[in-house]
């Protein structure tokens, strides 16, 4: 069973995130902030996982503290369900448009976290979340999730287009590559 459970207090949030790598898209997402609550719930619909993440955080200070460490913590579920990686696909690429954006995820789930983030946005915030932190939300989930990522929004107007695009792309890219396909490591080494 791909299933994990984190649990993760800091002096400056607690986090529980229960996911199911197998289940079909359902979520309970409550972090405090509204517009990250939406694209965590986008994910877990489209990457076609089960996926509970409650958050308390020092939404007081900003949300710089919460968002990062949801990011810590989603990545480590994600590495802890996904074991050793045998059988999975581990490569995925994907676009996805959003109204006028497109947006483009490549991710290998090689053990090797990088990150390449191009996208823009016009403004600083999306509802109350800074749109600077969603590169730190990426940043740390593939920093404990162990994934090489691509993303790149191609072109597009409005950052909430943007933004919902790219979520889909990566929970898309995230479903394919996690995908069972044979009972080998997908790796020329033989260990990922």
């Known amino acids: 069973m791909r299933k994990s459970r984190i ?40 990457g076609s996982f089960d996926m509970e993440v409650k958050c308390t955080g020092d939404l007081y200070v900003d949300d ?24 999975i696909r581990r490569y995925a690429s994907i676009y996805i448009p959003m109204d ?9 789930i090689s053990n090797r976290p990088y990150l390449v983030f191009n996208a823009d946005f016009k403004n600083e915030k999306i509802g109350t979340m800074a749109s600077e932190n969603f590169k730190e939300f990426f940043r740390a989930f593939i920093g404990k999730a162990g994934i090489t ?10 950052d909430h287009h943007k933004i919902e ?16 396909i ?3 490591i997908s790796s020329s080494k033989g260990v990922l």
Do not use: C, P, W
């Not at 990545?75 to 074991?83: I, R, S, V």
């Open 7 to 46: 649990e993760r207090k800091t002096l400056e949030t607690d986090i529980l995130v229960d996911i199911d790598l197998d289940g079909s898209g359902k979520s309970t997402i409550d972090t405090g902030i509204g517009f990250l609550d939406h694209m965590l719930t986008l994910m877990a619909f489209h």
């Open 64 to 87: 710089h503290h919460t968002v990062e460490d949801i990011g810590i913590a989603l990545g480590e579920a994600f590495n802890k369900a996904l074991g050793d990686k045998r059988r």
């Open 100 to 108: 006028e954006s497109l947006s483009h995820v490549v991710l290998d």
């Open 149 to 158: 990522l691509h993303i790149n929004v191609l072109y597009g107007e409005n």
């Open 165 to 180: 695009g790219i979520f889909k792309a990566f929970a898309r890219a995230l479903n394919e590559g996690m995908e069972v």
């Open 182 to 184: 044979s009972d080998k």
